[in-house]
């Protein structure tokens, strides 16, 4: 994983008459070591999730989408520059997140995005390992 950037991996589409399937990049499955959180969440229309960056979590985002969307990320402190990644159209990406990295998904089409995070580190409420730092205006 970059140390101070984005890895984007965009993932072929394995399905058939009854759907779409996504299956992860090996290379990655063998050198994650194990995911200890998951959380599942929708992104509609003109919403924007993130805006943070995590100290000691490294986090993966599998984000499933049927039209625009928009990937931010700063390289990793305050003041550094601001990068934007644009996808359109039908499809799955999993986007690796290195520590310290500010990173947001906005959704910019007309239908809600589907975004699956793993992370190797266990969300604690009192101690979230979430800081805000904006990189794409909500």
Same mark, same amino acid.
């Given at each position: 994983?970059?140390?101070?950037? $984005?890895?984007?991996?965009?993932? !072929? ?8 399937? *996504?299956?992860? !990049?090996?290379?990655? $499955? ?14 509609? !229309? ?6 943070? *960056?995590?100290?000691?979590?490294? #986090? ?14 700063? #390289?990793?402190?305050?003041?550094? !520059? ?5 996808? #359109? ?6 986007? #690796? ?42």
């Amino acid at each position: 994983m970059g140390l101070n950037s $984005l890895i984007f991996h965009v993932l !072929p589409d394995g399905g058939d008459e009854r759907g779409s399937s *996504f299956a992860l !990049p090996a290379t990655w $499955l063998g050198s994650a070591g194990g995911s200890v959180d998951v959380h599942v969440t929708t992104l509609v !229309p003109g919403g924007v999730r993130g805006n943070h *960056f995590h100290r000691a979590r490294r #986090e993966l985002l599998i984000v499933v989408h049927q039209g625009a969307w928009s990937a931010h990320w700063d #390289e990793g402190s305050e003041g550094t !520059p601001v990068h934007s990644r644009v996808f #359109e159209g039908r499809g799955a990406v999993l986007i #690796e997140v290195p520590p310290m990295v500010s990173h947001a998904v906005r959704n910019d089409g007309s239908a809600a995005l589907q975004i699956t995070g793993l992370s190797d580190g266990v969300y604690d409420p009192a101690a979230p390992d979430a800081y805000s730092r904006e990189v794409v205006a909500r």
